[in-house]
């Protein structure tokens, strides 16, 4: 297993359960690849505008929420929602 160095590197670690999730090759063609991953992950009351804002014109926008949705993800922004709209996300689906 590799060394996270930050936490978004660790986002896209394997799954507790050991399993590798599928199709990801998608992240190498995120635009969060090309810019600093803290600002994907503001600290609480910090802006979340520059990280939406750069999810806007992301190809891979719909597989990144899709992935964090799929994985519950409690932290940072991906697919240009944080992890309150998220919630409010799934459980408008859930209704």
Do not use: H
């Not at 635009?31 to 999810?55: H, M, N, V, W």
């Amino acid at each position: 297993m590799k060394l996270m160095f930050t936490k978004f590197d660790a986002a896209f670690e394997t799954i507790a359960d050991g399993t590798e999730p599928t199709d990801t090759g998608w992240r190498e063609r995120g635009l969060c690849t090309q810019t600093d991953p803290e600002a994907f992950y503001p600290e609480k009351g910090g802006s979340t505008r520059d990280a939406k804002r750069i999810c806007g014109s992301c190809e891979v926008r719909v597989q990144c929420l899709e992935f964090a949705m799929e994985r519950d993800e409690r932290f940072g922004i991906w697919g240009g929602l944080s992890e309150r709209e998220r919630r409010r996300l799934k459980k408008g689906e859930a209704a």
